[in-house]
């Protein structure tokens, strides 16, 4: 099968899609931290030990926090560093939330306005709920930003030595 030249500005700008592929790009590089943190929070010496890889690959995201939180809950009396975990979950779940909300609804542009516009529908407490809104660029580098402050407070929480976000360094 031979690759087409794709189109400049499909399916969106292309400064859209450049932001979109760092978001993607951060949040594996999460995941991959997220396992690594289970595999030393649960005392594997190795970085990451096939057994704790072996337990979470199959876990989603939302598993894999609450076993951060609840292996962190048991060693924060032993570990000042792990005393604050809370407030990397909370960093954990809010990078999750930020980025589902790019990762899996449709992203397209308006051909009328230009505008970029991303389409999602809810059905929660029993009714469909459909949303259409504008996409700012900043608003998909908030997501980075929030992708990439999580992965730093999750190496701190795990290393007890804190690492800066790169804007930072």
Same mark, same amino acid.
């Given at each position: 099968m031979s690759i087409p030249t794709f189109k400049d500005n499909w399916p969106a700008p292309n400064e859209y899609l450049l932001e979109l592929g760092r978001v993607t790009t951060l949040?594996?590089?999460l995941e991959s931290s997220v396992n690594? =943190? @289970?595999?030393?929070?649960?005392?594997?010496?190795a970085v990451?030990?096939?057994?704790?890889?072996?337990?979470?690959? #199959?876990s989603n995201f939302q598993q894999k926090i609450d076993i951060i939180s609840a292996l962190s809950e048991k060693l924060a009396p032993q570990y000042p560093n792990v005393k604050n975990y809370k407030s990397?979950?909370?960093?954990?779940?809010?990078?999750?939330?930020a980025r589902n909300k790019y990762a899996?609804? =449709? @992203?397209?542009?308006?051909?009328?306005?230009?505008?970029?516009m991303l389409s999602y529908a809810s059905s929660r407490?029993? #009714?469909?709920?459909?949303t259409v809104?504008?996409?700012k660029l900043h608003s998909i580098k908030e997501v980075t930003v929030k992708i990439h402050?999580?992965?730093s407070a999750l190496h701190t929480l795990v290393t007890g030595k804190e690492i800066k976000p790169i804007w930072e360094r």
């Open positions: 949040w594996g590089t690594i =943190a @289970i595999s030393k929070l649960a005392g594997y010496e990451l030990d096939y057994r704790a890889v072996i337990m979470v690959a #199959s990397v979950i909370a960093k954990l779940q809010s990078a999750q939330k899996h609804n =449709a @992203i397209t542009t308006d051909q009328e306005t230009g505008k970029v407490g029993g #009714s469909l709920k459909t809104e504008e996409v402050e999580a992965m």
